[in-house]
């Protein structure tokens, strides 16, 4: 288990958004930061991040700039927009609500 | 490949490549990063690249992948749909040529005419605060008259009046002056302004170089100054800096120039013709006598409010004192009211109705090319429905496809507009050329305001002819093409109506201007056809202006005009030759308040206007007015015994009903003078489109007059005599200036100038109206019977014969013709009450004018009708079944 396609459809979108909500990061710093919150446990595919990450951005929820990296090298950072922030609330809160209910019914039946 | 499509694909490449790179130096990075943190967790170089790439996955479909989420930004789908509207309008080339002319003439005529009007009407004059700028004149409520010129007597009792809540200044505009510099330049007569020394103060002009007048040099007995304008420095003065302080001669005397005013200063009033040279100081110039008198009515007054004072207060103030002057002087020849108008109104107030005319018949225009576009856009839809259902069909939204039809119809309009700009600024400048008479015609041109207003235009007439054929095509019948069966299909019934309606509507504006037009030109024919009293063929006439200095004695004047007279009867070719005041058409003149002794106290007696006119004995044959009483003045009724008069029969009915006015006398208030009346002449008119006026005729060699026109009748080609008589007068006195030669025609074209003008435009505008309304005919007509073809075809294959299917189709194209033309009818009645004040000599409603218009409208509608009904009824049924 552990691969994202597996899980809820727009899950990914909602741990990008999450990952950069605190601050700007690469792609491969959000693919890292996943994983390790999560304690390997959701290993984030390099196959839909880039695409994910490109939609996000079509849609207006994070910004991408140029900058520097740790290593000294040009990476591309992306950061939370005003929208983006909202969009992460919504999700979070569907989220809640979504694994909640799940909780329930696998605790219950 | 267009150069368009070629710019779009390349700017969109530019993009993607840069992304495209972007993307790889995005990968790059990841996979360095992930090859560095294995290497650091023990794997060496290769491994540890290797165990990045693999964990990456299949580098290609990432890239796909991600590529695939790019969108195209709005601009590229606005270029993408910019791109297609032009490749689908150039498809049809006829259409797009057409659409884009019609609305070029449209637009190009309304902008045309907005620079006029904002120019000549709406822009603020160049003064100081010019809104706060007055002119007064008065009137005479017992004549109903009004803007009549006024006096210095009451202008001095309203400035004390208004003292504190305007400022006043007196202004004369109409003074001409023989000017002669010493180099033995030639001699030339100019127009002069004569106005109180606070006139450019209160306008708040300075002038270009030296100084306006002081307050000393605006009396009888200071020095004689004078300023110059700017044309004329130029002109005789090489525009030299050191004129200032030098001396001019004027009439004979010297004068020094004080200041030259900037090149954009210009006067422009009722009153003043605008072609003003010089300004001098107009208690310096006039007579003791006339700046007292309540009685002679030569000037206008220029007031400037002051700040929180409204013109409004002052003219009510200023009646209040015209009243109290009129009961401390009741005479006849004091004015009893008050009339003021803003100066910017004074200026152009004559050209507001022509121009708004001109203005709603272009607007018109416009309106009528942008249905005519959208009735073409109908067709155009209705041709193009197969595909616009199948795309439907395949999902393309309704706001898409309007979108698309919007944007086609910006194209054609931007188009248009561009175009029309040309024709605009191509016919300012005809206009400048063609009416110098008008005031401000100098500032005409196209600035900003114009711009916005030609961008709104476009606008308008986009939205206008691209919203109509989005009505027609209503997004439930979108898809009936693809449902319609081969054969009677009646789909198109919708679009039908709306062009019959968008038909009706256009044919209605067309009437109008039609009427209109109409009713301009008969108004100018009539204009043109009105004889002055004489014979207007083969006269000549010029002026001159004898200088009180060389010719201080009246005998001297007398003698001069004399020797004048013989010398031009004998020029060969010089028919008859006369000596009058003004010639008949050539202006006002000036008039006298006169009494009848010889009559009983009354109305019938006193206060009697007369036009003023003095000729030589000669004068009523060479003119050709006839003598109808009495006789005409002897040779010896000249200097002191020229107490006779003439007077015309129009006076002689008004004034001397049922009885002989021969051996009456008359008395001229003004000069205290009493003269006999020995005969009565025909009427003349002082000017083409007003009634005669009662006119006396004094003896021109005597009462000290100098200036006169002299008038010569000729068999043929009288304009060649101007230059032999010109040097005549050179050589009787070399330094008399000689103006406004020109014939009796010249002085008639000139005065019926404006009414030719407006008359011309708005037919112009009609006959364009005509044309497209015709098109509109035969294009929605033929468009009926291409799609009736199949059910005329079953008709004749029935037995219809071809005369009914003829009357079918005529009848079908006639009737949204005949409907427009009701409605125009009936909407030109109250369009031609509104022009009333430009017509002349007919009534609004002239039956002829209207009948005209609906003859030459259905003429026009039934030929545009002829040629698809003909094609109808020569229908061949066999092919026309066979067409599906």
Redesign the interface.
Known sequence: MGKPNDLVQGTLDLLILRTLANQPK???AI?KRIQQISKEVLQV???SL??AL??LE?QGWITAK?AE?E?G????FYRLTSHGRKQLERETANWKRLSGAINLVVSEA | MSWFQKLRIQLATLRRSKADS??D???R??L???A?ENLAAGMNAEEARRAAIR????LG??RE??R????WTSVEIFLRDVGAGLRSLSRSPGFTVAAILVIALGLGGNIAIFAVIRSVLLKPLPFHDPSRLIVLYQGQQRDHEVNLPIDAGSFWDWQRAVNGSADLALVAPTGQYGLSTRGGELPEMIDAGCVSWNFFHLLGVQPALGRTFSQAEDSPGAPATVILMDSLWRRRFNADPAVIGSQIWLNARPYTIIGVMPHWFQYEGKMSGGRIQIWVPIQHESAASLMHTYEDHEFSALGRLAPGITAASVYNRLATVQGQIKAAHPGPAVRDSVVGHSLLDDAVSGYRTPLLTIFGASGCILLIACLNVGSLFVARTAARRKELALRTALGAGRMRLLRERLLESFLLSIGGGLLGVFLASAAISWLVHARRDMNRVDSIHIDPVVAVFAAAAVVVCALLSGLISAWSTRSRSLLAPLQESSRGNSAGQLRTALRRTLLAAQVGLTVVLLVCAGLLLKSYLRLRATELGISSDNVLTMQFNLPGVRYDKPVQKAAFMEDLLRGVRAVPGVETAGLVTTAPGQGWGGDFLMSIPDHPPGPNASGLDFLVRAADPGYFAAAGIPILRGRTFASRERLDHADVVLISQDAANRYFPNEDPLGKHLRIDYLGMVVEIIGVVGDTRWTVSQPDHPTFYMPIFSNNLSAATLLVRSRRNVEALSVPIQRLINALDRDLPVVNVETLRETIGRSTLGSEFNSLLVLGFAVIALVLAAAGIYGVLAYLVTQRTNELGVRIALGAQRAQILRLTLLDGLRPALLGLIAGLAGSAPVAKLIRSLLYGIEPYDSTVFLSVMTVLLAVAALACTIPAWRASRLDPLQALRME
Do not use: C, M, V
């Open positions: 690469h792609g491969w693919a595919q390099q196959g880039y695409p490109h939609r079509q140029w990296s290593t090298r040009q990476a591309k | 972007e993307l130096a995005e990968l990075f990841h360095d990063q992930e560095a964990s990456f996955g299949n479909a990432i992948e991600t695939s989420t790019w969108s």
